[in-house]
């Protein structure tokens, strides 16, 4: 694989196991309305913004909650989580030191609110590896619309061909690629049932990198 100039990651997935945390998470502010929904309904709209993520919850729990509210609960759940059983994916941080003290560029490109990147950034002391963070306020238009990367290309002063994107979900690959660039993608539990086939690498381990 070629060198490039910057690597942008996703976050969720990607570089940590908070998909199924954040599956949890939902699953228990359902819960504070009587429903119990299984967590697992999160694979069929991982990546989703927001409003599609809780909508299809809402859906299968059939509740129709404040929002503002039911984010309280979910904020409350996926703290703890989040504490208790964070995680960085398997040779991440080996990988995201390996391309510092090569001089790389590092950037986080994720439809997460702020403060969820932000929390987990700080937990796992990641905070001075990356050179841009692009979260879900900074953009107008969500993944797979490609304004994300677009975004952190214009911060970093690079062009598309320049840079290589890790991502997780079907709607991250194709915002990746809608925005030029290349794209790796990682696989876990979790994002089995998504198209992924655009890629040009699936790794489960950042360990194959290396290779």
Not at 27 to 39: K, N, Q
Not at 127 to 151: G, N, S
Not at 155 to 180: C, I, R
Not at 183 to 199: G, M, T
């Amino acid at each position: 694989m070629k060198e490039y100039k910057a690597y942008l990651f996703d976050m969720d997935g990607t570089l940590v196991n908070s998909e199924p945390l954040k599956g949890l998470a939902l699953s228990l502010a359902c819960g504070h309305y009587g429903s119990d929904v299984d967590f697992n309904v999160y694979k069929g709209v991982m990546g989703e913004s927001w409003s599609v993520v809780t909508g299809h919850f809402f859906k299968h729990a059939e509740i129709n909650p404040d929002l503002p509210e039911f984010n309280q609960f979910f904020r409350g759940h996926y703290e703890k989580l989040l504490s208790e059983k964070l995680e960085l994916n398997r040779g991440a941080l080996d990988y995201l030191l390996h391309l510092k003290r090569s001089g790389r560029k590092c950037a986080v490109v994720s439809s997460a609110a702020t403060w969820m990147v932000n929390s987990i950034l700080a937990a796992l002391g990641l905070t001075e590896l990356f050179d841009v963070v692009i979260t879900q306020e900074h953009v107008t238009r969500h993944k797979p619309d490609p304004e994300a990367y677009t975004l952190s290309l214009n911060q970093l002063g690079l062009k598309a061909s320049e840079v290589l994107v890790f991502e997780d979900s079907n709607v991250g690959v194709e915002a990746g690629v809608a925005a030029g660039c290349d794209v790796v993608a990682f696989i876990h539990e979790f994002n089995r049932n998504n198209d992924l086939s655009k890629a040009i690498k699936f790794i489960v381990d950042y360990d194959e990198m290396f290779v």
